[in-house]
């Protein structure tokens, strides 16, 4: 079986990849681009086949599915840090709702057969009443960024070549997550890798952080990615599926798991330049459909979660200064 996962070097792609050399007869592909970054992915580098491909473009789309011919494509890459949508929301557009656009039209003309998940999130959800939660695949969709609505185009667009052209798609609605190897922008990251470089005496004692009231739905991302893997075993083509814990953490109860299994005290600052133009006050999902669909439900603890993130950052300052 040929599994092509796009945004292969990212950070659920490495982690998806990982799982899927795991199972048996599986050969996997991965698309990447010139600037795409390879470390996250070094370590299985001899065991999967680097497709160069930008799905901005069409011709570029075609010829990857052409040549690899996939048997299941699993379509991670985007452009998926919510900030950097504000700043550019013609490139979030761009690269999230045309890249998706080209592989379709790609697989619908050349394989039509594939098994295709479309990786969506919650932050289609956007404003959200508090009556409305937990959040289900009937809720409502208000997106409050660019990148939200980026999504929600994502989603609909899986819907539509499923509905039109009988394209085998499954969309699954991701809650957050996190775990070793998130980039450093995102909070979760953002938190332990300050807290890392506090500890090997780069920084002064404080950290710095935008909103701390945002509640939020983690999972951590090997479970995600198990999750991603089922979706296409025992999804239903044409169907969405909400993937989330069911439990909502505070970015000040994050931080403050973070900062317990700190070395030293730190203090706290908040910062304007990390508060966003528009911020979701609240997400957490259910996840009773896809549950009961595939038998799937999380797995690792998300206080073992944030200790993995913490050592995985304290293991790249270590790095970063060996090299220096």
Not at 71 to 77: G, I, M, Q, S, T
Not at 88 to 102: F, R, S, W
Not at 187 to 202: C, D, H, P, R, Y
Request: glycine content about 8%; aromatic content about 8%.
């Amino acid at each position: 079986m040929r599994v092509l996962i796009t945004g292969i070097t990212g950070f659920a792609g490495s982690h998806l990849a990982e799982l899927a050399l795991g199972q048996p007869g599986v050969e996997v592909y991965g698309t990447f681009r010139q600037r795409s970054r390879l470390e996250n992915i070094r370590h299985i580098l001899q065991d999967i086949r680097l497709v160069e491909c930008d799905l901005r473009d069409p011709f570029s789309a075609q010829k990857a599915i052409g040549d690899i011919k996939p048997d299941r494509v699993f379509h991670l890459a985007a452009q998926s840090f919510v900030p950097t949508s504000w700043t550019a929301p013609q490139d979030t557009i761009t690269t999230n709702v045309l890249g998706q656009l080209n592989l379709l039209e790609a697989v619908r003309h050349l394989q039509p057969e594939v098994r295709f998940q479309v990786a969506c999130s919650s932050e289609e959800y956007g404003l959200v009443r508090p009556d409305e939660g937990p959040l289900n695949e009937d809720s409502p969709l208000r997106p409050l960024s660019p990148y939200g609505v980026s999504k929600v185009a994502q989603d609909l667009l899986g819907y539509q070549y499923h509905a039109s052209y009988g394209l085998r798609t499954v969309r699954t609605r991701a809650f957050n997550h996190t775990g070793p190897r998130r980039g450093e922008m995102f909070m979760t990251s953002s938190f332990a890798k300050q807290v890392a470089e506090i500890e090997a005496g780069l920084h002064p004692p404080i950290l710095r952080c935008g909103n701390l009231d945002a509640r939020r739905d983690f999972t951590d991302v090997r479970d995600m990615v198990r999750a991603y893997w089922l979706s296409l075993e025992r999804g239903e083509p044409g169907e969405v599926y909400v993937i989330a814990s069911g439990v909502s953490y505070s970015a000040r109860e994050v931080l403050s798991l973070i900062l317990d299994l700190a070395k030293l005290p730190i203090e706290v600052e908040i910062e304007a330049a990390r508060l966003r133009p528009s911020d979701v006050p609240f997400l957490v999902g259910d996840a009773a459909r896809f549950r009961a669909r595939t038998g799937w439900k999380p797995e690792i603890p998300f206080a073992k979660t944030m200790a993995d993130l913490l050592d995985y950052w304290r293991g790249q300052t270590n790095l970063a200064a060996d090299r220096g």
